[in-house]
Every structure is written in C-alpha cells, then in structure tokens.
C-alpha cells in the first residue's frame, strides 16, 4: 500500500494498493469503489483518479497524459473570452473535471453541471482531485440532465460541455430532442463541445457524423470534429 495524497485540510489519507484507492479518516478506510445495480470504481491513472463504470473508463485518455489534459483540452478548444462573465453548462458531471477546469477560466462566471447517478456524486465527494467541484463557482445538480433541462430558461448559457457515456450506454443524450433543448438554453453565439467517442465504426455506424447531422438540424453551425478530442465543437449563429 502506498500514500496518494492528503486532502486540502489534512483529514483524509488517500493510499492505494495500484488496483484500488483507500481512503483513511479517523481512524477507519473505505474502498473507494460500490455497487448501485452497476459497479464504480475510481483507479489511478497515471497518478490521476478516473472514474470506471462496469469497467469502462468515463475519461478519455488515450492521446492524453491524464483526464486533466483532456478537460483542459477541451476548455481551451471553447476559445472563451476573458471577459465573457460567461454560464457554462457541464451536462454530465462524472468527477467534474472538465466543469473544475471550465470555472477556472476568467471568462466563466457560474458552471452548472448535473450528475444522474448517486454512487457517482458519492465518489466524486470523496475523489481529492474533485474537491473544487464543492467550493467554487461551481452548482453540482443530482438527476438526469434530460428532465433538469427541461426546467432552465431558454438562451441561459453561452457554452456547454457536452461529455456524455458512449452512445450505447446513453443513446437519449445523442437524440436530435436533447439537441434541441440544448440548443434552446443556448444564447446566441453560444459554443458547444460534444464527446461523440469513435464507437459503432466497427458495425458500419460513424457516431460524428450523426451527431453532425443532428447538431445542424437543430441549428448549430460551424461544426468541427476534432480527432484528438473524439468530440464535436459547433456554435450558434
Ligand atoms: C463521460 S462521464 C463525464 C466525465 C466528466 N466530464 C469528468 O470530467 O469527469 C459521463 C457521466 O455522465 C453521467 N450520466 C449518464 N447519464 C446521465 C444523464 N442522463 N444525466 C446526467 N448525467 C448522466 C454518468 O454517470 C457519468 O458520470
């Protein structure tokens, strides 16, 4: 067993044992790993935590050191104005990376970002590389993004990340519908990133290309796939 790190305020020891990670508090350790009808596990990699979910990762890393350079990627790929006082929409919290990187640029005001699952929100609370997501510019949502939407104004948002599970884990988050809300929220000139993956290729299916087809048909132009990312930047007139 080795030492990971201390939490910001020295409570909490993290160890790990190469496969799992430990948490220690006062005295007792908990695996941070559980089963809520699916299994989550966080692991360390490259010494960063990602979350697994039945096995499969929730951060893109190949072509990436760690998860961080991906969600920095993928802010810096939004190209947000220093001085936008922007409101940025993280659809799918996971451990919050990409919305811990988007609220810390000077051009966001306030990140929103929703989590479906319980266990999920359970191993972010207790990730040490998750704990800005409490304390700062940032408002953590429990529920699926699908009905929460449905209840934010229109043209609230200036920029979304869009980081949902494959398609074949969350195919109502790649449904032309929830393009449409997503761009309901969007204010004009409003820029989107959206995870697309490169599954289905296999089986004669192209995800971006779909993905493309339904970002323009409900009304986002400018759309670019990027590789590296395996995502979609688009924007509103
Ligand atoms: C690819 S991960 C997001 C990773 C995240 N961007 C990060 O930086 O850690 C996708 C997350 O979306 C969550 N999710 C799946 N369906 C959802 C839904 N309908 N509403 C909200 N969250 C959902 C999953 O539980 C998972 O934690």
């Known amino acids: 067993m080795k030492e990971y790190c201390k939490s910001s305020d020295g409570s909490i020891t993290y160890t790990t044992d190469g496969n799992f990670i430990y948490a220690e508090k006062d005295g007792i350790s908990i695996r941070l790993d559980l089963f809520d009808r699916h299994y989550y596990k966080l692991r360390l990699y490259n010494n960063v935590p990602i979350l697994e979910i039945d096995g499969i990762r929730m951060q893109l890393v190949k072509d990436f050191k760690t998860p961080l350079d991906y969600s920095k990627a993928v802010v810096k790929g939004l190209q947000i104005p220093k001085n936008a006082n922007a409101s940025l929409l993280d659809t799918c919290m996971g451990l919050g990376y990409t919305a811990i990187e988007a609220s810390r640029q000077k051009g966001v ?129």
């Open 109 to 237: 005001k306030l990140v929103t970002t929703c989590e479906i699952s319980d266990a999920v929100f359970t191993l972010a609370k207790w990730n040490p590389l998750s704990e800005t997501l409490w304390n700062k510019n940032i408002v953590p949502m429990k529920g699926d993004v699908v009905e929460i939407i449905k209840n934010f104004d229109s043209s609230m948002f200036s920029f979304i990340i869009h980081d949902p599970p494959r398609f074949s884990h969350a195919p109502q988050l790649y449904s032309l519908e929830f393009y449409k809300e997503l761009k309901r929220i969007c204010k004009k000139q409003a820029r989107i990133f959206n995870y697309v993956g490169s599954v289905g290729k296999k089986k004669g299916r192209n995800i971006e290309k779909e993905v493309e087809k339904k970002l323009s048909v409900a009304g986002f132009k400018n759309i670019k796939y990027v590789k590296k990312l395996q995502g979609i930047f688009a924007t509103l007139p």
